[in-house]
């Protein structure tokens, strides 16, 4: 174990991260786990003494994380090997934007909107939309994209380098933000005051394709929300697909969110992590309403979750996906995440017993009559 241990450490790919992130958690918990830049000013400017001085006083602890990291990478490993003996391939996800308080920042100061202090002077959002009519105010420091365009996006292109290496498809969150982002000023307590800015384009996702080998990214779009003509542009100019989802799908007479008006090249989903579940979602809407989803799916709405199921896995999308909270039926006490809710969120856990036999077979039975099983090994 120990050579193996010393080859991750050593690995290129790892030590870009690796080293940076040890010593963020050991200095973490020395100062009681407030944030870095409530640290000693040498230590949150990272003045090259000061760095040296923690690594070497804070070797052990700096072990020990690098062993943690390696452990897991080494179990992760094996478990997408195992997948992958099943034909099972395994779908990552990229948040756009990092916090504030992590050892991206802190080891980056120069590529976030940041003061003097290493505080935000504008953060992430987006204005009022489905979830919140004051906006949603995220308060993620903002990317300087002038500055990381000077050195080929590298910062970015390691993110995504590394997120390829343990997943075989990517999510791209909030990916309108590449084309305009929505930019709050730090001190505003709501959303509502933030502005359109635009963000790197096309060139970031250029510059990815020719560090890493030149072929298309292995990538889909969280293209939710307020989508303009300039990202649907810019989706089609890279060919990466979208997200279709169907609870957003009947509060119109022909919303582009309904199976018949898909085109392949998508990604379709009963509802994501930030929707309420299936069936809590249609207990919530208004009898009108309830009426249109029953007509379209042909459902009665007592297994509500199973008809939105059955259109999203016979439609022509080439992905399907579900929460496993639909397939269990589960109501809206399962919900994981409400963007609109600050605390409270990300609590829900599957229970031992809740994946049962009757269920694999009802979801194996309709993806073998849906043409979704797959041939590949």
Same mark, same amino acid.
């Given at each position: ?202 060139? +970031?996702?250029?510059? =990815?394709? $020719? ?5 298309? *990214?292995?990538? @889909?779009? !969280?293209?939710? %929300? ?123 856990? +599957?229970?031992?017993? =809740?994946? $049962? ?5 009802? *979801?194996?039975? @309709?993806? !073998?009559?849906? %043409? ?6």
């Amino acid at each position: 174990m120990r050579r193996r241990l010393e080859a991750f450490v050593e690995d290129p790919a790892q030590r870009a991260w690796l080293d940076d992130w040890t010593l963020y958690a050991s200095l973490k918990a020395r100062f009681r786990g407030v944030a870095w830049t409530d640290w000693d000013a040498a230590l949150a400017r990272r003045e090259p003494a000061s760095i040296d001085a923690a690594r070497a006083e804070l070797g052990e602890e700096i072990a020990y994380h690098r062993f943690e990291q390696f452990l897991f990478f080494e179990q992760w490993d094996r478990l997408r090997a195992e997948a992958a003996s099943r034909g099972i391939r395994i779908l990552g996800d990229v948040p756009i934007y990092v916090a504030q308080d992590s050892a991206d920042v802190w080891s980056n100061r120069e590529l976030f909107q940041l003061d003097e202090n290493g505080l935000p002077t504008v953060v992430a959002g987006v204005p009022p939309d489905y979830f919140s009519a004051t906006g949603q105010l995220w308060g993620n420091p903002l990317y300087r994209w002038d500055v990381m365009e000077r050195d080929g996006y590298a910062w970015w292109v390691s993110r995504i380098a590394a997120a390829l290496s343990v997943c075989d498809l990517l999510r791209i969150d909030h990916f309108r933000a590449f084309s305009a982002y929505w930019s709050v000023p730090a001190t505003d307590e709501t959303a509502l005051n933030g502005r359109w800015v635009p963000g790197p384009g096309r060139k +970031l996702f250029d510059a =990815a394709r $020719r560090a890493l080998g030149g072929q298309p *990214l292995a990538l @889909l779009a !969280e293209d939710l %929300g307020d989508i303009s003509k300039d990202v649907r542009e810019l989706l089609a100019a890279l060919r990466i697909p979208g997200m279709k989802v169907l609870q957003f799908a009947f509060y119109g007479a022909d919303g582009e969110y309904l199976p018949h008006r898909y085109k392949r090249d998508c990604v379709v989903y009963t509802g994501t992590h930030d929707n309420d579940t299936a069936r809590g979602w249609y207990e919530g809407l208004t009898p009108e309403e309830r009426q249109r989803v029953g007509d379209y799916l042909g459902s009665d709405g007592r297994e509500i979750e199973w008809g939105l199921i059955r259109a999203a896995w016979t439609s022509v999308a080439d992905r399907a996906i579900v929460p496993i909270q639909d397939v269990l039926g589960l109501g809206r006490e399962a919900r994981m995440n409400d963007p609109s809710r600050p605390e409270g969120n990300w609590h829900w856990r +599957l229970a031992p017993d =809740a994946l $049962r036999p009757d269920l694999a077979e009802r *979801l194996r039975r @309709l993806t !073998e009559l849906s %043409g979704r099983v797959s041939t590949k090994p």
